[in-house]
């Protein structure tokens, strides 16, 4: 009696899953929705491919301003504020994923290197 209930409870019991960390063909394909601070934009440079929103009171407005057609991902330093901009981001209509790791993790990991402006 005891094993038919213990058997259905571990059925039922699923692991929580992260999401994967991008490769270096997604990030490159993907437009970039870059949440850091204009700061350590200027510290650590930008990707090609992105565009600096940030991560402030008008981030919603700010991104229904953008092509609903594209794909975005979103990165901030380290993976942080991400998944709460990815959800903003979709209830706005935009197709975007969370960029698990952030700029860090991109630049360090993947070797997709930024570039800097000079001033």
């Known amino acids: 009696m005891f094993d038919f209930f213990k058997r259905k409870k571990e059925k039922e019991m699923v692991k929580p899953q992260r999401d994967p960390f991008p490769t270096y063909d997604e990030v490159k394909n993907l437009t970039i929705i870059d949440i850091r601070d204009e700061e350590d934009i200027e510290y650590y440079g930008k990707y090609p491919n992105s565009i600096h929103i940030p991560f402030d009171e008008y981030f919603a407005s700010k991104l229904l301003m953008l092509d609903k057609n594209k794909e975005y991902g979103i990165m ?3 993976g942080v504020d991400i ?6 981001a979709k209830e ?5 994923k969370a960029l698990r790791g952030g700029f860090f993790y991109i630049s360090e990991v993947l ?3 930024p570039i800097k402006e000079d001033k």
């Open 111 to 113: 070797n997709y290197k």
């Open 83 to 88: 998944y709460e901009a990815e959800k903003i």
């Open 76 to 78: 901030d330093l380290r």
């Open 92 to 96: 706005v209509g935009l197709n975007a």
